[in-house]
């Protein structure tokens, strides 16, 4: 038998907690930060894609800049329909 009084084990003060949380709050935001950037690139990929010629966002484009106020026309009934859904 040890004759010996356990010591407590000293609990971690509030700079190593404050660190620590830090620590784990930098690396979540590198995470989220991450898979923003591979989200938009996906999109970035998708647009250019589209606006290739032929599809569909080139020739929207095309339609817009040969008659802008009936697309426009166009646009606002669209919103009108769907906001009457709602």
Known sequence: ?????????????IAVRAIDAATDVSNT?????????AAVD?????FDEARKPGRPL??????????????????FLFGVAVARRR
């Open 42 to 46: 996906r999109l970035t990929y998708a």
């Open 29 to 37: 935001i590198g995470e989220v930060a991450g898979g923003l950037r």
């Open 58 to 75: 080139s020739t929207v484009a095309a339609i817009t800049r040969e008659a802008p106020l009936a697309s426009l026309f166009v646009a």
């Open 1 to 13: 038998m040890s004759t010996e009084i356990p010591q407590p084990t000293p609990q971690p003060g």
